[in-house]
């Protein structure tokens, strides 16, 4: 076994990593930017080296870098995690041609399963059935327009390198076509610097099904049973679980058998996800699954199958990059114990289209019991940075059945505690109580068709949690006096900015969510009481205290409150003057429109990169567009102007 170990990766796998490679008695090197100083891996590891600023591609995308730090401490292998350089041939070449191993499979199965064009035609000539599509090299978008045409519309736009719903576009009218292919390309090409595309059929009620699979450099290959990893937003996952809902083992053996013969097709080795759509419709079929593409890493839902099967799949990844045959080559013996269930805790704003959050943590607690394992690589007091993947935890939940599993993983997440950049907490948990959801009846789009049940509509202010805030805020800075029937007393004198005006009731102007409203303080009844939009405080919510606000948790959902400074000025007054601001910390791509230019409500105005995804920004009324105030290319803070519309006269 290796003497020691350099993880290549940052936050919740990293700290994974580490804490298998201490059991195993390896050493363990951190890497981290600048961002990352004070973060968790870096005190887990026994040493940590700083490999560049913040951007991933000067750091954590720095092969050069990576390779001198792994050599000036020593480390017997690398191990690259997911994401970043965990599936980048030349970065595996470059750590053999350095003497060092890679923790991961040889460099041409990476190769080979790394473009989706290539590794679909490979799977044909195996025998493995593949989704309908153009899987060519010609990348004229005219051409590409026609080939959707003939396969037939619902077509899924996919860049052809690298994963995560990044360069993924689903286009449902011919119509749409160019403008979801020139975004598409974009993204690829700033996610994996490859913009090319495939176009494939898009399954009308898909459910994503995935195959772990391990093979040792011997020739032995087994698969580790399926992952559903349907619940998926903006093409990336949210819920997943093992095993699948509704398989059959007949199925399930189908589906092992081909993700198996797709790893030996490429001499593959290592931990490998191979990934398949499967027909939902009526129910799973045996012949209805097709290959969509195969991960050659470890996957961030890997928890769910150490939970059914009690294997640690990071250990069997350094046994088998050893050279250690695999610990079971018998698929009769692996077992399948239970039901288990993954959440995927992000930074973002469920009500803005699932928009990344940033900023500080303020609070940050996890619950503990049977059954329940949380991974994560951040805590209380850390940042949430724009450079980086927004998830601060993973949530994983076993027990002996689905509805247990279920159950035990929406009572987790009403005991966790997050206040700071806006989380979708309260999403994962109406998704775990969804009805059709706990029945099996879903499928890919099923995010997106229950909106409203599942909380994504904006809904305005929590009045009531903002009342508690209100009301702790104002008995904070001075309390309440008693109130008297007979007498109208004044909170605070007038020199305070406070009066009466010869009522019971008077307003305090407070900030709740960034957007100013009043709270009301009522003397009418006897005593001092606090509302917001007529809302009495809800006394069950948790506060979380800073110096100048108060964080109120209600049902998942974080209410900011603050008492209005009357200090502060602003230029623009309010949302209602036309300001259009940056929804979130990014960079500018491209300003659509021009000075002077007419545009009506919706107009896409500008288009704004956070997270390697594009968002579009559009306009909230008509009007004239006046004052640009930034250029393409520019960073730009969350809140930032970046023009003004202009009502037309």
């Known amino acids: 076994m290796f003497a020691s170990v350099l993880i290549a990766n940052r936050g919740e796998i990293a700290c994974r990593i580490a804490r298998t490679a201490h059991r195993m008695g390896l050493r363990t090197i951190a890497v981290y930017s600048e961002a990352d100083a004070n973060a968790p891996h870096v005190r887990l590891c026994d040493e940590a080296h700083l490999i560049g600023p913040a ?43 350095a003497g060092i191993v890679f923790v991961g499979p040889p460099p041409a199965a990476i190769r080979a399963m790394g473009l989706k064009d290539r590794a679909k035609a490979l799977m044909q000539e195996a025998g493995v059935p593949v989704v309908p599509g153009y899987h060519g090299d010609q990348q004229d978008g005219s051409f590409l327009k026609r080939k959707a045409y003939e396969i037939g519309y619902p077509v899924l736009i996919k860049a052809v390198a690298g994963g995560g719903g990044k360069g993924m576009r689903l286009v449902e009218r011919h119509a749409d076509f160019d403008a979801a292919i020139d975004a598409a390309r974009r993204e690829a090409a700033s996610a994996f610097g490859d913009d090319r595309v495939l176009i494939e059929k898009y399954v009308t009620a898909p459910r994503h099904i995935e195959i772990q699979i391990f093979a040792d450099k011997r020739g032995n290959a087994i698969h580790l049973f399926e992952r559903d990893c349907s619940l998926q937003r903006r093409h990336q996952k949210v819920i997943e679980e093992a095993p699948a809902p509704g398989i059959t083992d007949d199925l399930r053996a189908r589906m092992g058998a081909a993700a198996v013969a797709a790893a030996k097709a490429v001499g593959y080795a290592g931990a490998g996800t191979v990934e398949f759509i499967a027909d939902g419709a009526g129910g799973l079929k045996r012949d209805g699954f097709w290959f969509m593409e195969m991960n050659t890493r470890l996957q961030v839902e890997h928890p769910v199958t150490e939970a059914i099967t009690g294997f640690d799949l990071v250990e069997w990844q350094f046994r088998i990059a050893a050279g250690e045959r695999l610990p079971v080559t018998n698929q009769s013996e692996i077992p399948l114990r239970g039901h288990a269930v993954e959440a995927r805790l992000y930074a973002e704003d469920p009500e ?51 509805e247990a599993a279920l159950d035990r993983l929406a009572a987790a997440l009403d005991r966790t505690i997050v206040a700071g950049p806006r989380t979708n907490l309260a999403f994962l948990s109406a998704l775990c109580r969804s009805p059709d959801f706990r029945h099996g009846r879903f499928d890919t789009g099923y995010i997106a068709r229950h909106r409203d049940e599942l909380g994504l509509e904006p809904g305005g202010i929590d009045a009531a949690a903002a009342a508690r805030g209100a009301a702790h805020l104002i008995a904070r800075t001075r309390p309440l006096p008693a109130a008297d029937a007979d007498t109208a007393p004044s909170p605070w004198d007038i020199a305070d900015g406070f009066q009466l005006s010869g009522s019971r009731i008077t307003t305090v102007p407070i900030v709740v969510n960034g957007e100013p409203d009043l709270a009301a303080l009522d003397f009418s009844g006897g005593a001092a009481r606090v509302t917001v939009r007529g ?30 400074d009357f200090e502060a000025t602003d230029a623009d007054q309010g949302a209602g003057d036309g300001t259009v601001r940056a929804p979130m910390h990014g960079r500018l791509l491209a300003v659509l429109v021009s000075e002077g230019e007419t545009v009506t409500k919706g107009h896409r105005l500008a288009i704004i990169e956070a997270m390697k995804m594009e968002h579009a920004i559009v306009a909230p009324r008509e009007g004239v567009v006046a004052a640009i105030a930034v250029t393409a290319g520019a960073q730009v803070a969350e809140g930032a102007r970046i023009l003004a519309i202009d009502a037309q006269s």
Do not use: W
């Not at 850390?382 to 450079?387: D, L, M, N, Q, V």
């Open 535 to 564: 809302f009495m405080p809800d006394p069950s919510a948790a506060l979380i205290e800073t110096p100048d606000a108060v964080y109120v948790l209600r049902g998942g959902r974080q209410t900011e409150v603050a008492l209005a």
């Open 352 to 402: 803005r289209d699932f928009l990344p959050s940033t900023g500080t943590l303020v609070a940050l607690s996890f619950p503990a019991g049977e059954g329940l394992r949380v991974d994560s690589g951040v805590e209380q007091g850390g940042e949430i940075s724009p450079y980086y993947d927004p998830m601060i935890a993973k949530l994983i939940a076993h027990a002996g059945t689905r």
């Open 55 to 97: 951007p991933a591609r000067e750091s954590y995308l720095a092969i050069d870098t990576l390779l001198t730090v792994a050599k000036r401490s020593n480390a017997a292998c690398i191990h690259p995690g997911y994401g970043f350089l965990s599936e980048n041939a030349d970065f595996a070449q470059a750590c053999e041609q």
